[in-house]
């Protein structure tokens, strides 16, 4: 009997081997009833708990992820309150020692300088050396400020005028140093500041926080990152090595980390041209007299006029020092500073339309930046200047300017001591219609002083 048990067995086992895999296991369960089929429903159930909770982790992640993006992108200063107020602010204490009876005197004086049409302007833009231009222009802005926005843009318009008319060679125009350029930087400050913080405070702020990151990891690590590979490609943007002065980079290194710079350059020019529409109407109409008037003289120089107001003396500066135009609370950190001169730079050679290979070594894929959009930039320069709004809708942003009464007379003192001590260089029509309302000596300051 157990011969022929075991007989049976093999033979069973041989006819299995021969059969389908699938026919095996059928085979198998029919021969042994215990053996259950594998249940689906736990599978299922198994399969929908664990991709509910990857999905709970993945958006977990993508929270966590635009949390970290919301608070890198946050400014690390709130907006001010009063935009126009901040430059002012900073020539509104009270300085100069002087009497009731002797700011009734300037009253006249101050009727002279803002007489309609400014007469005496040719006279009195010979007079300021060097030195003088700078406080010139800005207090006789305020004090046409003082007045309203319209006077202020005629004031400036005036001393532009008298400028192109001077210049003989269109390359050295608002080149340097003049009471006109002067007189727009303040202008173009107190105006101007809410589109600089709308536009730059964001990619400022995002370098200022690389920059600290970066100096925290150089003081942890200050002998390998002195001796590192100067071909080294940083994972941020802020190690780029930028010294004040490209001329002295390392070519190989710079090629390394152009793409970081590129990155940067795209991002700020992006947001000039998006934000064009909130940039002031009063500077938009100064930059679109000032072309105008330009290309009476110079045709082939309007657009480059556009982007010296615009760029050189309005955006420029604002990146190089964000701290002197509320962007920052201070100057930045050093990292950020060498990123930020050189952003500077190559947008100075996108206005000015030449290649920033051109005087800094290792910057031939700047250059390409450059080119690209050229075009681009005359089209935004049309953006800013095709601008005709109503009179109604200037009104509408209201015309007065809050000048506060400690800045207003500050403004007119100043102009007094500066027409007393200068006396002798004013013309005698200046001294017929203004002699009476100055003083032979300068009224004295109290123990701080206004530059």
């Known amino acids: ?7 049976s067995v093999n033979q069973n086992s041989s006819i299995i081997s021969g059969l389908p895999t699938s026919n095996r296991e059928t085979f198998a369960i029919a021969e042994n009833p215990s053996v259950q089929s594998t249940p689906i429903i736990p599978i299922i159930v198994g399969a929908v708990v664990g991709g509910v909770l990857l999905l709970v982790i993945l958006v977990l992640l993508a929270i966590l992820i635009l949390k970290r993006k919301k608070k890198d992108d946050a400014p690390l200063l709130n907006p001010p309150e009063d935009f126009e107020m901040v430059i002012i602010s900073r020539d509104a204490e009270p300085t100069f020692n002087v009497t009731k009876t002797q700011m009734n005197n300037m009253k006249g004086l101050e009727d002279e300088l803002l007489r309609e049409g400014f007469p005496h302007a040719e006279d009195l833009n010979r007079v300021p050396g060097a030195g003088e231009m700078e406080s010139f222009g800005k207090f006789y802005v305020y004090l046409a ?13 005036i001393y532009l005028r ?41 990619p400022i702020h995002q370098i200022i926080r690389a920059g600290e990151q970066e100096m925290l990891r150089s003081e942890a690590n200050e002998d390998s990152i002195t001796h590192r590979s100067k071909n080294a490609n940083l994972s941020s943007f802020i190690g780029l090595e ?9 070519p ?25 529409p909130l940039l002031s109407p009063w500077i938009r109409l100064a930059i679109r007299d000032t072309r105008a008037y330009v290309s009476k003289k110079f045709p082939s120089s309007d657009s480059k006029v556009v982007g010296s107001f615009l760029f050189l003396r309005y955006i420029v500066p604002a990146i190089t020092s964000p701290q002197l135009y509320g962007i920052t609370s201070e100057a930045p950190n050093e990292h950020a500073q060498r990123i930020l001169i050189l952003v500077s730079k190559v947008l100075q050679n996108l206005a000015n339309e030449t290649m920033p290979s051109a005087k800094m070594e290792g910057m031939q894929k700047m250059d390409q930046f450059v080119a690209d959009n050229i ?6 320069y049309d953006a800013v200047t095709n601008y005709h709004p109503s009179e109604e809708d200037l009104l509408n942003g209201g015309s007065a300017l809050n000048l506060p009464d400690s800045c207003h007379e500050n403004s007119i003192v100043w102009l007094h001591n500066f027409f007393s001590r200068n006396r002798s260089k004013l013309s005698a029509a200046t001294l017929t219609d203004m002699g009476e309302f100055i003083l032979p000596s300068e009224i004295s300051k109290k123990n701080n002083k206004l530059e």
Do not use: C
């Open 1 to 7: 009997d157990f011969t022929d048990e075991e007989t």
């Open 145 to 157: 400020f003082s007045k309203d926005r319209f006077t202020a843009r005629d004031l400036l318009q």
């Open 162 to 202: 008298m400028e192109v008319d001077k210049t003989k060679q269109e390359t050295t125009l608002f080149r340097t140093t003049s009471n006109s350029t002067q007189m727009y930087t303040i202008y173009a400050k107190v105006l101007g500041l809410e589109f600089l913080w709308n536009t730059l405070a964001s």
């Open 242 to 250: 930028i010294d004040s002065d490209p001329h002295e980079e390392d």
């Open 252 to 276: 190989e290194f710079m090629e390394a980390n152009m793409y970081q710079l590129l990155s940067i350059l795209s991002k700020i020019f992006a947001r000039i041209r998006k934000n064009i």
């Open 375 to 380: 075009p681009i930039l005359h089209t935004m």
